[in-house]
């Protein structure tokens, strides 16, 4: 019984220390959350100081609903494990009880055989009667383990009772608790309808704005088809001069082999006579020359740019945001805006405050720093690979120069909603890449 009861407890106490874990990580969750939701209100406040709604304002409202809605279903999680710790203390509970009952009325049973056989007469009586003296042994440790049983029983009791009493203070903290988080929950739900009266506010009036969206979509998509053209452009020019120093390696190694074989080739002798007088010398063979190397499968790659590139395609999914404080305004691919104006995309837009920096996301070399219409573009090789910056102002690299990942290229310039956002490119020698699946997660 002992064993039962203490086994019971510590199976309590492992379950209650789970639930305190888990919504231990609820709560730092949670806090993550408001922080995230602060930052967006700061930014999305920001924004509101200096321009009318904007498609930025749209995607910070949505983030920050989004954001709502995590911090509710946190709650809901939270409320669903103070649910399930409230019903398994209140089955101890009754556990507890039904252990009470069984164990009291054992202990008035024992009581009730004690008080009935209190008198010296019958202790005697029942050890006087014994068929042997080891038999009176027996009976007299008998006894004993009897007062020891009843003894044992009435701690029992009162253990007992004491984790019962524990159990229902316990009970009575999480009832406290389920009520302070539903008030909680209360309060971030009557938020939440808040923020989606403003996100359907500034819906609403960028449907208003629809034909100056449509004429800003119409721009930056030329504006787009610029930067991808100067980005085919500058492969096309990388390849052409890769072919070209091939070519002219390829022509060296040549004229250096041929040297090689005249020279290893002896003089043919003129005439019989001379050669029946001058006496035999022994030839010796010539060194084998190597024969031209095997051009690279690639014509971007050369004994130079291999080791970078492989550590470029090692680093998918790691590389560093071109921006340190960067908000994705827009994805690779198909997007839809609220206006129902689709836009389709081979980079990604990120928004950031103007004339924040613009880093390098690796190592590379400057292949192009080009002017489209009043931004400024900028494009790194990387083996293979090409990452692209644009919607710069203040650029501060020049073609053709080392870059170390980290490094500054410019600054962030506004767009045509005036604020500041910037729009990035991966690509190599054949397609364009979703550069969100080569940045790190935030």
């Known amino acids: 019984?002992?064993?039962?009861?203490?086994?019971?407890?510590?199976?309590?106490?492992?379950?209650?220390?789970?639930?305190?874990?888990?919504?231990?990580?609820?709560?730092?969750?949670?806090?993550?959350?408001?922080?995230?939701?602060?930052?967006?209100?700061k930014q999305?406040?920001?924004?509101k100081a200096k321009t009318k709604e904007s498609l930025l304002d749209y995607k910070l409202i949505s983030n920050k609903v989004e954001l709502q809605d995590r911090v509710i279903d946190n709650i809901s999680k939270d409320l669903r494990l103070l649910d399930n710790n409230i019903y398994t203390i209140q089955k101890d509970i009754n556990r507890y009880d039904r252990l009470l009952d069984t164990l009291k009325k054992e202990y008035a049973k024992s009581m009730v055989y004690s008080y009935k056989s209190r008198g010296n007469y019958e202790f005697l009586n029942f050890i006087f009667s014994a068929s042997s003296f080891n038999d009176a042994i027996k009976r007299v440790a008998y006894l004993k383990s009897y007062r020891n049983y009843q003894e044992i029983q009435g701690e029992n009791i009162l253990r007992t009772q004491e984790l019962r009493k524990n159990k229902i203070a316990d009970l009575s903290g999480n009832k406290r608790i389920k009520s302070t988080t539903l008030q909680s929950q209360s309060k971030e739900m009557a938020v939440l309808e808040t923020q989606q009266k403003e996100k359907d506010r500034i819906v609403a009036e960028l449907k208003k704005q629809g034909k100056t969206l449509n004429n800003q979509i119409s721009a930056k998509k030329k504006q787009m088809q610029k930067v991808s053209n100067a980005i085919a452009a500058a492969i096309k020019r990388a390849q052409d001069e890769a072919r070209r120093e091939a070519l002219a390696k390829a022509a060296t190694d040549e004229k250096k082999r041929k040297d090689a074989i005249a020279k290893s080739t002896p003089p043919k002798e003129n005439g019989s006579t001379a050669s029946a007088t001058l006496p035999t010398k022994s030839v010796v063979p010539a060194k084998p020359i190597k024969a031209p190397a095997k051009?690279?499968?690639?014509?971007?790659?050369?004994a130079e740019n291999i080791a970078l590139n492989n550590s470029f395609e090692k680093n998918r999914g790691s590389l560093p945001w071109p921006v340190d404080r960067g908000y994705m305004l827009m994805h690779y691919g198909r997007n839809t805006l609220e206006s129902g104006t689709i836009i389709d995309l081979t980079n990604i837009t990120i928004s950031a405050e103007i004339g924040s920096t613009v880093k390098a996301v690796f190592d590379g070399t400057v292949s192009t720093v080009q002017t489209i219409e009043d931004m400024q573009v900028v494009i790194i090789q990387h083996g293979k690979y090409f990452s692209s910056y644009s919607n710069l102002s203040a650029v501060s690299v020049s073609r053709?120069?080392?870059?170390?990942?980290?490094?500054?290229?410019?600054?962030?310039?506004?767009?045509?909603?005036?604020?500041?956002a910037m729009d990035f490119f991966i690509s190599n020698d054949k397609n364009d890449m979703d550069p969100e699946k080569w940045l790190r997660r935030k």
């Open 1 to 41: 019984m002992i064993r039962y009861i203490f086994s019971a407890l510590l199976l309590c106490c492992i379950t209650l220390c789970g639930m305190a874990q888990t919504r231990e990580e609820l709560e730092k969750q949670r806090q993550q959350l408001r922080k995230e939701i602060e930052d967006t209100e």
């Open 44 to 47: 999305l406040n920001s924004n």
């Open 295 to 302: 051009p690279a499968e690639n014509v971007l790659l050369n």
């Open 400 to 420: 053709g120069q080392v870059i170390k990942t980290g490094q500054a290229l410019g600054k962030v310039a506004a767009n045509f909603d005036g604020v500041g």
